[in-house]
Structure formats: structure tokens, C-alpha cells
């Protein structure tokens, strides 16, 4: 026999979806603003769409886990890296749904149909990340910390369920039911 979480779960179910639903927005916002050497961005983190996408809830029963899944990436992006080497034909995909217009080291406008330039602006900009890592966002520490006060209220849950299953909890720790609301447990004495 094991206790019977319903309430707890549920609790938790939601807990993990609204922070799912936190992220999703978080990642689409589009006041963000990061600075770096090259200037000030402010625009959505989510450019090609891959790391919102990525974003699944994933409970296991078996382990009675509640999780957030989705690209590791996010995590960089979250925390920041010191050093980074992403692929140059994801740079280039990123460049070009990310970019309205771009510039070379020149301040020169470079039309984002010729290839060959924005794969050079993907190769520079790999070296960089390489070098210099990724810029901190901290999308993800903020939604956790903005919703882990919410966790306060797990004790409701968690009363509702061991009230509701209480019998089995005293059974568990060894004591014998003797009548209908009566428990006993019984000890040895030592003589």
C-alpha cells in the first residue's frame, strides 16, 4: 500500500503547466532588450520558433514526477555560457528569421537572399560565441522565481490527502485497526 496523493498531484500537474504557460510567454515577449559589443537588441528571444516548440510537459507516474522538457539550448540562453559553437547552418536559419535587415562589420545593409554573405555574418558570429559565450536572458530563473511562492500552498493538498487516507497511513506505520475509528499499536516491553 502507498499513500494516495490525487490532490497532491493535481497540485503539482497545474503548478508545472502554469509555469509552462509562463515560459511559452516569456520566450514571445518582445520588450526583451540585451546588449552587446555590436548594439542593443530588444525583440523576442524565440526566433526560429524551435526552443517554444520544444516546450512539453512530461509527468512520469512510475517516478511521480512533474517536469518542463524542451531544447537544451534553453538553458544557455537561460543561464549563459561562457563558450558556445553552434552549428553555422542554424546561425544562418537564426539570422535569417531573427532579421529583418543586416549589417556587416561595415554598417553596410547585406540583403539576407545572398548566401554567401550571411553565411559569412553565421562564421563571424560563431567565432564570437566561441569566445565570448551567450548573453545571460534569465527568462527561465525569473519565471521560477516569480511562481516558486506559489508552492506555499502545497500543504492544502497534501492535508486533503492525508485526511482522505489516513486509515492506510496508520496501517502503514504499524498500527492495528480495532474498531471502526480505532487504532492501537502494540509494543513490546522490554522485562
Known amino acids: 500500500m502507498s499513500l494516495k496523493l490525487k490532490n497532491t498531484e493535481k497540485y503539482l500537474k497545474q503548478y508545472t503547466k502554469n509555469l509552462l504557460d509562463h515560459s511559452i510567454v516569456e520566450i514571445s515577449r518582445k520588450d526583451r532588450t540585451r546588449a552587446y559589443k555590436s548594439g542593443i537588441i530588444t525583440g523576442s528571444i524565440n526566433a526560429t520558433g524551435s526552443l517554444q516548440e520544444s516546450l512539453k510537459f512530461y509527468y512520469s507516474k512510475k517516478k511521480n514526477t512533474f517536469n518542463i522538457i524542451g531544447n537544451s539550448y534553453g538553458e544557455s540562453v ?8 553552434p552549428p553555422v547552418r542554424k546561425l544562418i536559419n537564426w539570422l535569417v528569421s531573427k532579421n529583418k535587415t543586416l549589417k556587416d562589420t561595415k554598417n553596410n545593409t547585406v540583403d539576407i537572399s545572398d548566401f554567401k554573405k550571411v553565411r559569412r555574418i553565421a562564421f563571424a558570429i560563431q567565432k564570437s560565441l566561441k569566445f565570448r559565450g551567450i548573453q545571460q536572458t534569465g527568462f527561465i530563473t525569473k519565471i521560477i522565481k516569480e511562481n516558486f511562492i506559489k508552492l506555499n500552498t502545497i500543504y492544502n493538498p497534501v492535508i486533503k490527502d492525508v485526511v482522505l487516507d489516513l486509515d492506510n497511513i496508520l496501517l ?20
Open 78 to 85: 537561460d543561464e549563459g555560457t561562457t563558450s558556445s559553437n
Open 172 to 191: 502503514q506505520a504499524g498500527y492495528k485497526k480495532t474498531g471502526k475509528e480505532t487504532y492501537v499499536i502494540e509494543t513490546q516491553t522490554k522485562q
